[in-house]
């Protein structure tokens, strides 16, 4: 939260709204703001990893700061040009990042395609989130519903997989939660793919602290 507010803080001084700052940049969408120099990132540039502070969630080791990769490919503006999508999350880790943050219902789909393409040469050396949990329509667009039910879920995880390049997902959100399906039966189809490696960590977005303990519980 602390880094959105800094985002709106900059826009003010500049004369723009927050809503204008992200639309002009295309890269800050889950409140991280990256500076100009990841765009000014070049191949021919040495490609030395810096050190950044970590934090603990839970037993996931991550990053200091991680990248929210939304708005590079989706919901605030047009997208940023892929290889130049690329060159940004690249340009992060080469910074030190090594926590990124996306989810299927970006573009749909394409952030997590751009995230799965940018961090494949190094996925070992990533933490990468998504999230689950809204619908979506027979035009693969969000139907505004909410679609948290666990066979859903293990549908969902697999193509997720598929668009990251990956065969794990280190973070795996509920990005609502959803009132139709106890959470319960939600932590139960995630317990599933934890037991199966496909997920390793489990995340819930805009939850209650009751809703996490009954989650923590399962």
């Given at each position: 939260?602390?880094?959105?507010?800094?985002?709106?803080?900059?826009?003010?001084?500049?004369?723009?709204?927050r809503?204008?700052?992200?639309?002009?940049?295309?890269?800050?969408?889950a409140?991280?703001?990256?500076?100009?120099?990841?765009?000014?990132?070049?191949?021919?540039?040495?490609?030395?990893?810096?050190?950044?502070?970590?934090?603990?969630?839970?037993?996931?080791?991550?990053?200091?700061?991680?990248?929210?990769?939304?708005?590079?490919?989706?919901?605030?503006?047009?997208?940023?040009?892929?290889?130049?999508?690329?060159?940004?999350?690249?340009?992060?880790?080469?910074k030190?990042?090594?926590?990124?943050?996306?989810?299927?219902?970006?573009?749909?789909?394409?952030?997590?395609?751009?995230?799965g393409?940018?961090?494949?040469?190094?996925?070992?050396?990533?933490?990468?989130?998504?999230?689950?949990?809204?619908?979506?329509?027979?035009?693969?667009?969000?139907?505004?519903?909410?679609?948290?039910?666990?066979?859903?879920?293990?549908?969902?995880?697999?193509?997720?997989?598929?668009?990251?390049?990956?065969?794990?997902?280190?973070?795996?959100?509920?990005?609502?939660v959803?009132?139709?399906?106890?959470?319960?039966?939600?932590?139960?189809?995630?317990?599933?793919?934890?037991?199966?490696?496909?997920?390793?960590?489990?995340?819930?977005?805009?939850?209650?602290?009751?809703?996490?303990?009954?989650?923590?519980?399962v």
């Open positions: 939260m602390e880094k959105s507010k800094y985002v709106a803080r900059t826009s003010d001084r500049r004369g723009l709204t809503r204008d700052f992200l639309a002009n940049t295309g890269v800050i969408g409140g991280l703001a990256v500076g100009p120099s990841l765009w000014a990132a070049s191949s021919d540039q040495p490609k030395e990893i810096k050190k950044m502070k970590t934090r603990k969630l839970g037993k996931l080791e991550v990053s200091e700061l991680g990248l929210g990769c939304m708005s590079i490919s989706a919901n605030y503006g047009p997208p940023a040009p892929r290889d130049q999508g690329i060159k940004v999350i690249r340009a992060a880790h080469e030190g990042t090594t926590f990124f943050d996306t989810a299927e219902v970006y573009g749909p789909y394409t952030s997590e395609e751009l995230v393409e940018a961090l494949a040469p190094f996925r070992d050396n990533v933490a990468i989130a998504t999230k689950f949990g809204f619908e979506f329509g027979p035009d693969a667009k969000p139907t505004g519903g909410l679609n948290s039910r666990p066979e859903h879920i293990k549908k969902v995880v697999a193509d997720s997989l598929k668009r990251l390049r990956t065969d794990r997902i280190d973070l795996y959100y509920q990005h609502r959803d009132p139709k399906v106890p959470i319960e039966d939600v932590a139960g189809a995630i317990k599933d793919l934890v037991k199966e490696g496909k997920v390793l960590h489990f995340g819930l977005s805009e939850a209650s602290a009751k809703t996490i303990r009954l989650a923590h519980a």
